[in-house]
């Protein structure tokens, strides 16, 4: 079987793209292209909502429909966009500081609304665009342009977070487990409800040039040495964990969506009514 | 009484949403806020009804993106909030104006600075509905007087948000707002209620950004055969960012353009008694109902004033008011806030000479005639 390429989704002539060698938001775009192809998405029926930061700048690159929005709003646009036209495809492709930092207010309740939307997080611990600052993800004690003497502060889990939040489904992936990675893409997207993918994923330019990850490839040794299959991960005691993250799906469960709910509602209104 | 005409008894802010769903409205998000919470509560209870989707958002800064979102997948869409969450909504209602996505926000006006008196009316959102976004940017904002403007304004603020692919501010106050008066709700067809231009060639060559000789580009909706593409950033013709100086010029250029080329169209004002007016009065909102009450105790008292009532307070009517206030030997400003922020404008018009009066309240308390006739006597 030839494997898909995704091609036609990308726009011609902007390639190469502007991601630095070795970050993994070109990696997460490969995958959602594929996965677009794979599932027989037609460009006109997709849209893509992006948010602002290097993962922000994806849309640049699609010829799917796109909405550039402003810094961690995406997922309030694209709850607009579904609720109204619950046909549609939308994913959002955000940072860890559009999603969680600035816009984690939108992510608690995009989750909670139970919104058909899928969300792709390049969880890169700080905020690539803007030159490497902490964000809410950044690990305590790591380096970075905002935090040079280490982060007082502690990090939030954005699986963790979704999965509390009520999302239908939650994956972690990296770009080292690219052909996970992409099956876990094509569940989020095929599943209805909120369906989340964060991505760990590496920055060599800021984040793994201060924390001692400055070759490309060093954080992807990073991620492949930590990363464990679910199920390895959870056979593990609690304290042989540390230093270890779990890869693949997390959460898979059946909630009703909000368009649904909505519906249910509506027909319960038009009963009532004289 | 006329088929389908309803003579109703109802609120200002009824009267907006009736005359929202009247327009076509069929996508709210909102988070409640006073003086504006009847706006969200009427549309939550009838959207179901409607076909249409009520959403109660967890922001007014998601509200604001989610009736963006909404407009570009097909819907006529609009928001309603006060003093507070009128602030918040600023950065996305910039993305709206970028985009050229129709799209309508109320904001019922109240007391500030920050929380303020909440529950009291103002008029001192003027500057901020105008300048209130970072970059320079051209709105629309149109302010009703009664509970029937309410309800055609509404209607007017949706038919210029798809006509010129703008977001279209209405801009009442608590006391317009929470008034209750008869209104005569126009049967359908009465009023004209605009759509927006849809593309009509070929798909592939769908550029949302290339404006018609009327200065506005055909808007598609997402799932359509027009796929496209829009960007808070910097854009080309095609949605795609666009680091051209050149472009950029030619991008925020057309922006303040199409609304400077329909100026006429969108600059609606009324006129009482103005034609030998020495004392003229300029007023908007809440303020206008005492200027005409001081306006006809004048002329009972021999004095020639008359009233220019600003329905649309931007763009601003400069024209109308250099043509009033040339033959005016005094022009009377009342507005509910400190800094007389109408004033300055009729200031700017008509020149640094012009004997302007400004009247302003700015505890809570609504102008009353009387206040206004103490300015002038
Ligand atoms: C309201 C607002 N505040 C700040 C910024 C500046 N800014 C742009 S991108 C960014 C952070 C990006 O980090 P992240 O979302 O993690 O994306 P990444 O660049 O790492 O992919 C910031 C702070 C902005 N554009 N808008
Ligand atoms: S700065 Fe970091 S996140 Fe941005 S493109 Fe470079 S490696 Fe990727």
């Not at chain 1, 803007?130 to 790591?142: C, K, N, R, V, Y």
């Not at chain 1, 779990?246 to 368009?259: C, H, I, Q, S, T």
């Not at chain 2, 506005?216 to 997402?222: R, W």
Request: with cysteine; aromatic share 8%; net charge neutral.
């Amino acid at each position: 079987m030839s494997h898909a390429t995704g091609l036609q989704y990308l726009k011609k002539g902007v390639l190469p793209h502007m991601w630095c060698s070795g970050c993994g938001v070109g990696v997460m775009l490969g995958a959602l292209v594929r996965s677009f192809e794979e599932l027989g998405y037609e460009r006109k029926d997709t849209v893509v909502v992006t948010g602002i930061g290097c993962t922000g700048k994806t849309d640049d690159y699609l010829v799917t429909n796109a909405l550039h929005t402003t810094h961690g709003r995406a997922l309030a646009y694209a709850t607009g966009i579904k609720a109204f036209n619950p046909k549609l495809h939308v994913v959002v492709l955000m940072g860890d500081g559009d999603s969680v930092t600035i816009g984690g207010n939108h992510f608690l309740h995009a989750a909670r609304r139970n919104m058909d939307l899928t969300a792709i997080i390049i969880n890169n611990f700080n905020f690539g665009m803007t030159g490497g600052q902490f964000s809410g993800t950044t690990p305590a004690d790591a380096i970075t342009q905002t935090s040079i003497y280490g982060n007082a502060e502690r990090q939030l889990d954005i699986s963790a977070l979704a999965e509390l939040a009520g999302a239908n489904y939650v994956a972690r992936g990296t770009p080292y487990h690219v052909w996970e990675l992409k099956t876990n893409i094509k569940e989020a997207l095929s599943k209805k409800g909120f369906s989340v993918v964060e991505i760990y994923s590496p920055c060599p330019t800021h984040f793994g040039k201060n924390n001692k990850m400055k070759e490309a490839t060093a954080m992807l040794q990073w991620l492949k040495e930590s990363g464990l299959p679910v199920e390895k991960y959870n056979s593990l005691e609690k304290s042989a964990r540390k230093g270890f993250f779990a890869v693949g799906k997390l959460v898979d469960r059946e909630e009703p969506d909000f368009n649904t709910r909505y519906e249910e509602i509506r027909r319960r209104a038009m009963n009532l009514k004289v | 009484m006329e088929l389908g005409r309803k003579v109703k008894l109802m609120q200002g802010n009824q009267a907006i949403v009736e005359g929202a769903f009247y327009a076509g409205a069929r996508f709210y998000a909102g988070y409640p806020i006073t003086p504006s919470s009847e706006i969200a509560e009427e549309s939550a209870k009838r959207m179901p009804l409607l076909g249409g989707i009520y959403m109660q958002m967890e922001d007014e800064i998601a509200s604001m993106a989610a009736i963006i979102g909404a407009s570009l997948a097909g819907a006529k869409s609009f928001t309603a909030t006060s003093g507070p969450g009128f602030s918040l909504m600023q950065e996305n209602l910039g993305l709206a104006v970028m985009g050229e996505v129709p799209c309508v926000v109320i904001n019922v006006q109240r007391s500030g600075p920050s929380t303020g008196l909440a529950t009291k009316p103002a008029q001192s959102d003027v500057m901020q509905i105008r300048w209130g976004r970072h970059g320079d940017q051209s709105v629309i904002a149109l302010c009703p007087a009664s509970v029937s403007e309410c309800f055609t304004l509404t209607v007017t603020a949706f038919n210029f948000a798809e006509k010129f692919r703008v977001p279209v501010i209405l801009a009442s106050d608590e006391v317009v707002g929470h008034m209750r008066e008869n209104i005569t709700i126009p049967s359908p067809g009465e009023l004209a209620v605009a759509e927006r231009k849809k593309p009509t060639g070929e798909p592939a060559a769908y550029k949302p950004f290339i404006a018609d000789e009327d200065g506005v580009a055909p808007l598609a909706s997402y799932g359509s055969d027009y796929v496209f593409h829009v960007s808070s950033s910097m854009h080309g013709p095609d949605g795609y960012s666009n680091n051209n100086p050149a472009n950029a010029a030619w991008r925020v250029a057309q922006l303040h353009k199409k609304i400077e080329m329909h100026r006429e169209e969108i600059i609606i004002t009324k006129t009482f008694d103005t034609e030998d007016a020495d004392i003229l009065f300029i007023a908007f909102g809440a303020t206008t109902r005492a200027s005409r009450a001081a306006a006809l105790e004048l002329r009972k008292q021999g004095i020639r004033a008359g009233v220019l009532q600003l329905m649309t307070i931007w763009p601003f009517a400069d024209k109308k008011i250099a043509s009033l206030g040339e033959r005016a030997k005094t022009v009377v400003v009342p507005e509910m806030n400190y800094s007389g922020q109408v004033a300055g404008e009729v200031q700017r018009i008509l020149g640094a000479g012009a004997d302007i009066r400004k009247v302003n309240s700015y505890n809570g308390e609504i102008i009353t005639p009387q206040d206004i006739l103490k300015a002038i006597l």
